[in-house]
């Protein structure tokens, strides 16, 4: 990218970092009240307050929230710094996690699941983070926009012989096309393609349903 591409990334990176660690604070302060209200249930004599078995269930469901807030803003806090180096190790098993994670909404709005397989050994790449990003993401949204709901997608992360990743799919296609034929004639598809050509990778599709992101474990720059 150009330098005017660089600024105005990282300038939504550092304003999206600071916002989250903000948001974090505020978390910390619910979960610590929550925490002193559920103190103070717990040395309420039991019939004194007729309600407490309700407000016990309700500062538990907060407490849940507030644990899903802080793995949130802390997936995206980290996403957010992704545009801190041009060029940098990128640990794919922590990327494709954490991309699933942050897309999570988007394919449950087309009732789709998104799950990850680690590799036993973490296999790292020398490259471009936000890239590595967006082109997982991108393989990702392949998936999601053209299969039914109540699909589910699976990528599995690969060491060796090269880092890559492999989604593949339980679920019928959203249309009467071939999934294979309505992916690869997507848009979704198209920006896939270019954003790996960047990364001096490729697109591979499997024999099953499925394909590949195939990467270089050091881009050359």
């Not at 995206?76 to 699933?100: G, I, K, W, Y």
């Not at 039914?148 to 249309?175: F, H, I, N, Y």
Request: charged share 25%; with cysteine; glycine share 8%.
């Amino acid at each position: 990218m150009d330098n005017a591409e660089d600024r105005e990334i990282r300038f939504f990176g550092r304003v999206a970092a600071g916002f989250t660690h903000e948001l974090k604070n505020v978390l910390a302060i619910v979960k610590e009240t929550a925490g002193l209200m559920e103190d103070l249930l717990a040395v309420t004599p039991e019939g004194v307050f007729p309600h407490q078995p309700r407000f016990q269930r309700g500062i538990t469901t907060i407490l849940e929230q507030i644990s899903r807030g802080v793995e949130l803003s802390t997936r995206m806090n980290r996403f957010a710094h992704s545009p801190d180096h041009s060029v940098a190790q990128v640990d794919l098993n922590e990327t494709v996690d954490q991309v699933c994670l942050l897309a999570e909404r988007f394919a449950r709005v087309k009732g789709v699941t998104l799950s990850v397989v680690p590799a036993e050994k973490p296999p790292t790449v020398l490259s471009c983070p936000v890239k590595v990003l967006l082109s997982i993401f991108k393989a990702y949204e392949c998936c999601w926009t053209h299969l039914a709901s109540g699909a589910s997608v699976l990528g599995t992360v690969v060491s060796d012989p090269q880092p890559m990743v492999k989604l593949t799919w339980s679920g019928e296609a959203a249309g009467s096309a071939d999934l294979r034929t309505a992916v690869e004639s997507s848009a979704e598809w198209k920006e896939l393609e270019e954003v790996m050509g960047g990364l001096q990778g490729k697109v591979a599709w499997e024999e099953g349903p499925g394909f590949s992101l195939v990467l270089p474990r050091e881009a050359s720059t």
